[in-house]
């Protein structure tokens, strides 16, 4: 047990140290200056506070007030000892946040009974706390797992609907991985980070749906064509829609609105700057950065100089101005990710 006793005078202080001492197997901690109990209780962590109310420099209030806004000290059981017969004093001080009161002059048996009852209530307290604390080591534990697994089941997804489309998993684990590092850039929360790194893996499952001679076609699309080619962002988002999870809730945001252009030209819904989810917005750079970076039946890959510059053209227009201007930053990451997980070179996945 760690008792903290606070008291000028320096008799008192000897009177509860040798009873508490022998009473209850302990060595309390005394202060005969408020201040510098304080001090002590900024990095220590007492099991009962003992203090005085009238004290020089800080009394008895104002130390349990100052107490009681110190880290994790909002349940340490504090008695006070008075003299004081006003009840507003009493009042106050279990306002404060006082749980138990002693009258001076000290009775052993009282002092022992009460610290005793205090005692229990703060292994209750501990009992609690730990027990708290096993349960979000747990929930923390199971929900990784769940996350794990969802991970796995959207990777595998987003691989499979690889079979149907020409572009290549490498693109889908580079445009993932582009997504994370300029999330991470821009200073979003880590667990945003690791969603939109998954989510963003699923940014054209909707072509699942995409008919096969538009889909493989290496001309121009003709109009009709395109307006097909189109629905791929509407067939995304209803696979994901409505779902509990929030990788899939993001994929869904992702699937449809990775097309959309800052300045409201794209498509499907024409929406404009801040309206279109950031994490489409971080998505759509991402992978228009690679499709120019990669070579396709259409065309040869452009390279990374070229593929910057027409960014800084679209920026405004097809991209969030702020995030090309982070994304340009990250230049040497991006060409590791790019050197990484090139063809015939299949990196491990983060």
Known sequence: MNILIIDDNAINVKVLENILGKSFQCQPVSYLNPLKAMEWCATADPDMVFVDYMMPDMDGLQFIEAFRQLPDKSETPIVMITAAEDKSVRYKALE?????????PIDKSELIARTRNMWSIRQSQKQLQDRANWLDSEIRRVTKDIIE??????????????YRSPETGLHVMRVALYSRALAKKINLPSEDQELIFVAASMHDIGKVGTPDNILYKSDKLDQYEFALMKLHTLT?????????????????????GHHEKFDGTGYPKGLTGERIPLAARICAIADVFDALTSDRAYKQAWS?????????????????PFLVQNFKTLIPEISQIRSQYSAGRMGEMD
Do not use: V
């Not at 404060?96 to 001076?104: E, I, S, T």
């Not at 697994?149 to 690889?162: G, N, P, Q, V, W």
């Not at 990374?304 to 969030?320: C, M, P, T, W």
């Open 96 to 104: 404060l946040g006082a749980n138990d009161f002693l009258n001076k």
């Open 149 to 162: 697994k969802e991970r796995d089941a959207i990777f595998r997804l987003s691989r499979a609907a690889e």
């Open 236 to 256: 995304g988002y209803e696979i994901m829609q409505n779902s509990t999870s929030k990788i899939m809730q993001m994929a869904a945001d992702i699937a449809i």
């Open 304 to 320: 990374i100089e070229q593929a910057i510059e027409e960014l800084d053209k679209q920026s405004g227009k097809h991209f969030d």
